[in-house]
């Protein structure tokens, strides 16, 4: 599976939007990108994922470039809630088989009152 | 409940004393997941279960640690003789197979948190 950077940490001002980068310059084409995030003291959280076309949820957006070398993640209003660490993390769904998750650092988002 | 239950939450073990970690899986869910994760980094893959296979435990450290899934549903990770480097959180997570042209979402339990003392 392809390798991730992200920041190792970001605030963002409770209600305003908050935005996630994440570097995957070599991302194969069967490759998806997932976002889980880890509230402290609990299991990682499925956010989202999409393989080229932006997607949106109830949680967030995700912006894929068109190249597919990098990627956003979207909060559109952040809240206290919503400081944990995030995971982006790239991953094949090949035919016949569900793939491990490989996680990076991540990136500690703190979402300041 | 709907989500993978794993017990216990919380555990603390004396050096070399044997443990038994139990997930629930989510119902239905055909893959099966373990991961350990020590303070402040990521989780790391131990092994891999479909239904009752183990097809993949090249991540488990040592032979110490074993899991089993007999029936395809509930699995127990267990440490044999606990040394103090056990000390983390042990994550179930599970997935339900499907076809390829969606994602295959893995779903994670809050952990059991082991200490060895």
């Known amino acids: 599976d392809a390798k991730t950077t992200q920041p190792t940490s970001m605030d963002c001002a409770e209600g305003r939007a908050a935005n996630l980068p994440c570097n995957h310059s070599t991302i194969s084409g069967n490759e998806y990108v997932y976002w889980y995030r880890q509230i402290h003291s609990q299991g990682p959280q499925y956010i989202i994922h999409g393989l080229k076309n932006n997607e949106t949820n109830e949680m967030a957006s995700l912006i894929i470039t068109e190249d597919r070398k990098s990627s956003t993640l979207i909060l559109p209003h952040a809240t206290l809630r919503d400081t944990a660490v995030y995971y982006c993390i790239v991953r094949v769904n090949p035919s016949g088989s569900a793939r491990q998750l490989t996680f990076g650092s991540g990136t500690q988002l703190t979402v300041l009152p | ?5 794993q017990s216990p939450r ?6 070399g004393q044997d443990v038994a970690l139990r997930c629930d899986p989510i119902s239905g869910h055909v893959s099966l997941f373990w991961y350990q994760q020590a303070l402040g980094q990521g989780p790391e893959f131990l092994t891999y279960f479909q239904n009752e296979a183990q097809l993949d435990k090249s991540g488990l450290p040592s032979d110490r640690f074993f899991a089993e899934r007999p029936e395809g549903s509930v699995s127990t990770l267990k440490i044999q003789r606990t040394q103090q480097e056990d000390s983390a959180v042990y994550l179930c997570a599970s997935s339900f197979y499907r076809v390829p042209s969606s994602g295959n979402t893995i779903y994670f339990g809050e952990g059991s948190w082991l200490t060895v003392v």
């Not at chain 2, 409940?1 to 239950?5: I, L, P, T, Y």
């Open chain 2, 1 to 5: 409940g709907a989500g993978v239950s």
């Open chain 2, 10 to 15: 919380y555990k603390v073990a004396k050096r």
